[in-house]
């Protein structure tokens, strides 16, 4: 499955973004999804992750009550809406496709399928 992501830019603390990832080459129910992100040197981290039915979602403790994640199935397509920005919330996301269990979805190495990014600048 190829992955592409966008939505991203430059908003001021406080503001939103919605972030999309839209699949192609197979169908995205197949897969549970998450988002990652990485700021300049630093690891890419965990962000949010959704089942591939869409019932179940988990998240970061530093995203928790602020961001959302979902799924359109129908439209081969996984968003993440931001709100609530903060500075540090600046990195590039990336959305990805779990190729193992649903355990394993916070674990970036467990990923086989990933976008190229986007990136989301929040100002201060």
């Known amino acids: 499955v190829q992955l592409q992501a966008s939505g991203g830019g430059l908003v001021q603390a406080g503001g939103s973004l919605r972030l999309s990832c839209v699949a192609s080459?197979?169908?995205?129910?197949?897969?549970?999804m998450a988002w990652f992100r990485q700021a300049p040197v630093k690891e890419r981290r965990f962000v949010a992750g959704?089942?591939?039915?869409?019932?179940?979602?988990v998240y970061s403790e530093s995203v928790k009550g602020r961001f959302t994640i979902s799924r359109d199935n129908a439209k081969n397509t996984v968003y993440l809406q931001l709100n609530s920005l903060r500075p540090e919330d600046t990195a590039v996301y990336y959305c990805?496709?779990?190729?193992?269990?649903?355990?394993?979805?916070?674990?970036?190495?467990?990923?086989?399928?990933w976008g190229q990014g986007t990136l989301v600048t929040v100002s201060s």
């Open positions: 959704i089942s591939d039915s869409g019932d179940i979602t």
């Open positions: 990805a496709a779990l190729r193992d269990s649903w355990r394993w979805v916070r674990f970036a190495s467990k990923y086989g399928h």
């Open positions: 080459g197979r169908t995205l129910s197949a897969y549970d």
